[in-house]
């Protein structure tokens, strides 16, 4: 009798909503942290803030800004799409969304990669001679998209299961909230990006 | 757990039902087992910290090395720090009666969201795991403090990565557990509970819900950069690379001034529920009480400063900060009020939970108004980084948020468990936890005006008496609260009587309950039409 | 009744102004609700009141304990301020000097170049204090005068002071810093003017120190090794050179002689051959921050006659 | 459990428009950089991503069609961050 006691189930959409948004919140303020660094440094040292983001590629920079606000409105459309209860078309766009991702993190790679090719990377010896606040722009990028790469890798993990959730019905116009949370978490990570796209890439 | 001899333990959310107990219990998703699970762990870790205090004291007992060196001694405040800021206070009084009593006192049946609660106290343990094991692996005991102040942590031989990550991980299971208890208070009150008809334990928790969600990512993140920059060498605090110290003070500082809010809070709301109960008498002004949480946790948000008038802020920060500091005393201050208020005109039983209750008044007030020589600028100056901060500390922290943890204990005990406790045992207790909680703390307001600095494994022999007496006290509060845990375990579990529905005459919600509560704690949900103080 | 000893500056002033007007208040809002609430257990305790009043607030007494407090910490707030005040508002014509704290010592430098353990100050005569550290951050206290203020690597934080009375006076770290931190004093000597004086000349710029040791001490060495042979958390320096060392590598026990080689190696790695009574994982290495050639410059010095 | 039936359902078309829109706002922040405006540029670059983001959280996160409290709690967390940033630059821009 304890278990599957029908008085404990409880079901309430809006309430896994609001849960979602707060967690989102803790998200954004994650991230407002490294902001809060940029700021200060920024602030401090603007001249090398400078010249150091000339060395970033800024074409691969809003390539991936493209990138990504196309995947979030792909993910916006699946719901739509569920709701429609057209499951093959929901199926399609969330995929259509992983590739981008997927795309999304093989761009980051060449560029981070490329970074380290180069030598700039922190603890390298070349980063050490560099003046200070160049220094402090490359580990503040390294650290920034670092960290919003891994939440892409946590975007795309939840959006997988999703995506099967779809395929097997368990998400569908009735119970969509899954879905929607899922999306809510992957704008979340557009937008962190439309924010550190201009901080790193567009400051020349 | 307790034996189930009664009609009522037989119906309750502790029997079994035949399961696995361990799985019945580990795996438990119902909020009352989750509480218990946060009682059990968190007074272990209660031990723990206080066997190590009591370890700190010994050593202070006279000058010169007593019973351990210095770099011991560094390492020991350092865990007992961790362990009593990130284990035992912050999850505290939310965790354990918040996740016992929120849903009932609001008539709900579970919280919002019941596997993310177990999940917050598996992360819990495992973040209590990794902060113990920091203390064995690696390169020895992490010696910074908890307060992990670069450049000196990122710099350390000790095993700072692994103790930084360990407050990362309970920060999340904080987080969750905020999180889940916002959600609960907006969608699950019992019909008719409008906010102003909500129990003001619950509006406390739903504030320092807030703080917990709002405050702990931006410590989360500050500890990561601990982590690269002893790790990848990032330089944002290191002044060789670039870095400036203070901005890592500033940014530890945004978490852990709220995070005080986030202990004090709920102290606050246990001690609002208390004393109605036995002033038998109408909260005075319930409005003021429950918005001034509100305020507390608002304002106390932008006082982080005040922890760093003598680090070389600009003189503008400095005086912006001491002045919103005096503001969110006023708050704080309503609260006292209306709590005496409440007992004029009553009808008073004196019993173990108001005893703790009147002892948390009186402490409170001191940690409080001391706080104020500490906020007012020019006396901050010389009482920074001393004893006197010490003794300010622990009088908000143990003796505001401890005794009202202790108040709650035996308020609540019986509907808990279902077993009423000796109460003539307890008042003793309460006697000696209180004498010698005063003899450990008061002397080192003392010493601490006189210019003892703190976290020193030595001193100058001018502050022996003070030490002396302060370790004194030590001995007498570690008796203390031997005898009461002696008394809530051992002897109740023997000789405790069944305890009745409502001991206390209370007329919050869970009184209406069995002691202890089913597991779906209401047969129907209760329609409420009235705040619960109108005796 | 007043537990702390005069403060002997001319900021004293201002901080046991703010000091004890807080003393006062806090004690009367102490006893008074103190007082008010056990009187009213005892008053309205059930025996004597068996029936409770049905009063839920009265607007008129919240509104007077919100605004009251307000005004009374509005006050406070100003003492507060206006004891502090004057502690960033250096006089012109102070005397500089310069402090600098590391892991765990103090050294003071004067305008003439002197440089000094302890810190001496003429009476009556405005000082400013510009302070940095050599490695984390530390904190100057000094109590008798009711000044602190962190020492911070990366900037300089200053403090000034009148001393206003001749005496000896305890310096000390407030900032926790390690190991040592607790040791980490000095002591602050306030002398007559004149007495200042021929004690700031008694200094021959011309001197010159070593230059090992110039190197071992801007790089904060002699915190941990001393220099006059007794044992602090390192070795001490004196008659290192060539002395038999039973050193643990690799886990086992042998016994080296501190020359040349041995010096360069134990600079520069540390924890590779640690003499037996010393922990592991204290010093780091210093391949990166002391060059070469300071190096020699080191093992020059410990072959010199005072070090021998 | 009203609100559930209600669900508004945001065409394929809306979502398309404003995709374009945020596109072209990207290439707008781009193209700005190749104008010389000194400080400006930041300034420029931080109004048209906030902007972006504000169109991202309107219609891709629906706030549109939100409850009141959801859309003041997202208000209130970029102002409490504002406010953060105001107060840490109190001991920055003074010091």
Redesign the interface.
């Given at each position: 009798?304890?278990h599957s006691?029908p008085?404990?189930e409880?079901r309430?959409d809006?309430?896994?909503k609001?849960?979602m948004w707060?967690?989102i919140?803790?998200?954004i303020?994650?991230?407002?942290?490294?902001f809060?660094?940029y700021a200060?440094?920024r602030n401090?040292?603007s001249e090398d803030f400078h010249t150091a983001a000339f060395e970033l590629n800024a074409f691969v920079g809003t390539l991936n800004t493209v990138i990504l606000l196309c995947s979030s409105a792909t993910v916006a459309m699946s719901i739509t799409a569920v709701l429609k209860k057209d499951r093959k078309t929901a199926m399609i766009l969330l995929g259509i969304t992983l590739v981008l991702a997927l795309v999304f993190m093989v761009n980051k790679y060449f560029e981070w990669s490329h970074k380290i090719h180069e030598g700039i990377y922190?603890?390298s010896e070349l980063m050490?001679d560099l003046e200070?606040?160049e220094?402090?722009f490359f580990?503040?990028y390294?650290?920034m998209t670092g960290?919003h790469a891994l939440h892409i890798l946590i975007g795309m993990t939840i959006l997988t299961v999703i995506l099967f959730k779809v395929r097997n019905g368990s998400v569908n116009d009735d119970k969509i909230v899954l879905l929607e949370n899922g999306g809510l978490y992957w704008h979340l990570v557009d937008l962190i990006w439309i924010f550190l796209f201009p901080l790193l890439y567009l400051i020349t | 757990m307790a034996k189930l001899d009664t009609p009522a333990l037989e119906q309750s959310f502790l029997n079994n039902?035949g399961?696995n107990p361990i799985r019945a219990w580990l795996f438990s998703t119902d909020h009352k087992r989750i509480g218990i699970l946060y009682l059990l762990s968190i007074g272990f870790f209660f031990l723990v910290g206080g066997l190590l205090g009591g370890l700190m004291r010994i050593e202070l007992i006279a000058p010169g090395e007593t019973i351990m060196d210095?770099?011991t001694y560094?390492g020991v405040f350092t865990v007992h720090g961790l362990i009593m800021i990130f284990l035992v206070v912050i999850p505290g009084l939310s965790a354990v009666f918040g996740n016992f009593f929120l849903p009932i006192l609001i008539g709900a049946?579970?919280v919002?969201?019941?596997k993310?609660n177990l999940l917050s106290w598996w992360l819990y343990i495992f973040g209590a795991i990794l902060a113990i094991s920091s203390q064995f692996l690696g390169?020895?005991a992490p010696?910074?403090?908890w307060t992990f102040?670069a450049?000196?942590s990122t710099?350390?031989?000790?095993n700072v990565v692994l103790a930084v990550f360990s407050a990362f991980v309970l920060g999340f299971s904080s987080?969750l557990t905020g999180?889940?208890f916002?959600?609960t208070v907006?969608?699950?009150r019992a019909p008719g509970m409008t906010w102003f008809k909500m129990p003001l334990f619950p509006w406390s928790l739903y504030a320092t819900a807030w703080i917990q969600?709002?405050a702990?990512?931006?410590v989360?993140?500050?500890f990561?950069?601990i982590v690269?920059e002893r790790l990848?060498?990032?330089?944002?605090f290191d002044?060789?690379?670039?870095?400036?110290?203070?901005?890592y003070q500033?940014?530890f500082w945004?978490y852990s001034h709220p995070a005080v809010y986030i202990m004090i809070l709920p102290a606050m709301g246990v001690v609002t529920e208390i004393i109605p109960t036995f002033?038998?008498?109408?909260?005075?002004?319930?409005k003021?009480i429950a918005l001034s949480s509100l305020a507390i946790a608002a304002v106390g948000?932008?006082v982080w400063?005040h922890h760093m008038y003598?680090?070389?802020?600009?003189?503008?920060?400095?005086?912006?900060f001491?002045?919103l500091t005096?503001?969110v005393?006023?708050p704080s201050?309503?609260k006292?009020?209306?709590w005496?208020?409440t007992?004029?005109?009553?009808?008073?039983?004196?019993r173990t939970p108001f005893l703790y209750t009147?002892a948390f008044?009186?402490l409170f007030?001191?940690g409080g108004?001391?706080g104020?020589?500490l906020?007012?600028?020019?006396?901050?100056?010389?009482l920074?980084?001393?004893a006197f901060v010490v003794a300010h500390f622990h009088y908000i922290i143990f003796g505001g948020m401890g005794f009202a943890f202790f108040a709650g204990l035996h308020y609540w005990y019986p509907k808990m468990f279902g077993k009423m406790y000796d109460e003539k045992l307890a008042n003793v207790a309460f006697v000696i936890i209180f004498i010698g909680f005063n003899l450990l703390y008061f002397p080192l307001f003392?010493i601490g005006?006189?210019?003892m600095?703190?976290?020193?494994?030595?001193?100058?022999p001018e502050y022996t008496g003070g030490h002396f007496w302060s370790t004194m006290g030590a001995i007498v509060l570690i008796t203390g609260a031997l005898l009461m845990i002696y008394n809530l375990i051992i002897r109740t579990r023997k000789k405790g009587t069944p305890a009745e529905m409502n001991p206390w005459g209370g007329k919050s919600l869970e009184w209406t309950l069995e002691s202890p509560p089913k597991?779906?704690n209401f047969d129907e949900i209760p329609t409420i039409t009235e705040n619960p103080?109108n005796? | 009744m007043y537990?702390?000893?005069p403060g002997v500056s001319n900021l004293a002033e201002?901080?046991d102004k703010?000091?004890m007007i807080?003393f006062a208040?806090?004690l009367f809002?102490?006893i008074g609700?103190?007082i008010?609430?056990?009187w009213?257990?005892y008053k309205?305790?059930?025996k004597r009141?068996?029936?409770?009043?049905?009063?839920?607030?009265?607007n008129t007494?919240?509104v007077i304990?919100?605004v009251f407090?307000?005004i009374i910490?509005?006050i406070?707030?100003y003492?507060?301020?206006?004891?502090?005040k004057p502690?960033?508002d250096v006089p012109e014509g102070a005397r500089e000097v310069k402090v600098i704290g590391y892991m765990w010592d103090w050294d003071f430098e004067y305008e003439n170049g002197k440089r000094s353990k302890d810190l001496y100050l003429a009476k009556d005569e405005p000082v400013k204090l510009n302070m940095v550290s050599l490695?984390?951050?530390h904190?100057l206290?000094i109590?008798?005068f009711?000044?602190?203020?962190?020492v911070?690597?990366?900037?300089t934080?200053f403090m000034w002071f009148i001393p206003s009375q001749v005496g000896q006076y305890?310096v000390?770290?407030?900032?926790?810093?390690?190991?040592?931190?607790?040791?980490m004093d000095a002591k602050a000597y306030v002398m007559e003017p004149e007495e200042f004086q021929s004690w700031l000349a008694d200094f021959d710029p011309e001197e010159t120190e070593h230059k090992g040791l110039i190197i071992v001490r801007n790089n904060a060495c002699t915190g941990c090794h001393s220099l006059d042979g007794s044992k602090l958390v390192g070795s001490t320096f004196k008659g290192l050179y060539n002395a038999d060392r039973n050193v643990t590598e690799d886990g086992k026990q042998i016994t080296v002689k501190a020359d040349d080689e041995y010096l360069l190696e134990s600079i520069y790695e540390p924890n590779r051959k640690l003499v037996e009574g010393y922990?592991?994982?204290?010093m780091?290495s210093y391949r990166k921050i002391i060059t070469d050639e300071d190096v020699m410059h080191i093992i020059d010095w410990l072959k010199s006659e005072e070090m021998r | 459990m009203d609100d559930k039936n209600k669900k508004h359902i945001t065409s394929y078309q809306t979502y398309g428009i404003v995709l374009v829109g945020l596109l072209i706002l990207t290439f707008i922040s781009v193209g700005v950089t190749w104008i010389e405006l000194g400080p400006l540029t930041v300034t420029v670059a931080l109004l048209v991503a906030s902007v972006k983001v504000f169109i991202v959280l309107t219609y891709f996160m629906h706030l549109k069609y939100d409850s009141l409290?959801i859309k003041l709690m997202v208000a209130g967390?970029f102002i409490?961050f504002a406010?953060?940033i105001v107060?840490?630059f109190?001991?920055?821009?003074?010091?």
């Open positions: 009798m304890a006691n008085l404990l409880h309430d809006e309430g896994a609001i849960g707060i967690f919140f803790t998200e303020l994650l991230f407002g942290g490294l809060l660094v200060v440094f401090q040292y922190p603890g050490a200070r606040g220094l402090l580990s503040l390294y650290f960290l | 039902h399961k210095p770099q560094n049946r579970d919002a969201f019941p993310l390169s020895g010696d910074t403090g102040y450049p000196y710099e350390t031989g000790s987080i999180l889940n916002i959600v907006h969608r699950m969600v709002l702990t990512p931006i989360g993140v500050t990561l950069m690269a990848f060498q990032i330089g944002f002044p060789s690379l670039g870095g400036d110290p203070l901005l500033h940014l945004i002033a038998k008498k109408h909260i005075f002004g319930y003021a948000y932008f400063g003598t680090a070389g802020m600009s003189g503008t920060a400095r005086w912006f001491s002045f005096f503001i005393a006023v201050a309503i006292v009020f209306n005496v208020a007992m004029h005109k009553g009808s008073i039983t004196v009147l008044i009186f007030m001191i108004l001391t104020l020589w906020g007012a600028l020019a006396t901050n100056v010389h920074h980084d001393t003392i005006m006189q210019g600095p703190r976290r020193y494994a030595d001193y100058l597991e779906h103080y005796y | 537990p702390i000893t201002g901080v703010t000091f807080l208040i806090s809002f102490l609700i103190t008010v609430m056990l009213f257990v309205y305790h059930k009141h068996p029936v409770p009043s049905k009063s839920k607030g009265n007494l919240e304990w919100i407090p307000t910490v509005l406070l707030f003492y507060g301020w206006i004891g502090f502690m960033r490695d984390v951050i904190s206290y109590p008798a009711r000044v602190k203020e962190d911070v690597p990366g900037q934080n305890e000390l770290c407030a900032e926790y810093c390690g190991l040592r931190h607790s040791f922990p592991a994982n204290v780091q | 409290f967390i409490l406010v953060i107060i840490t109190l001991d920055y821009w003074f010091r």
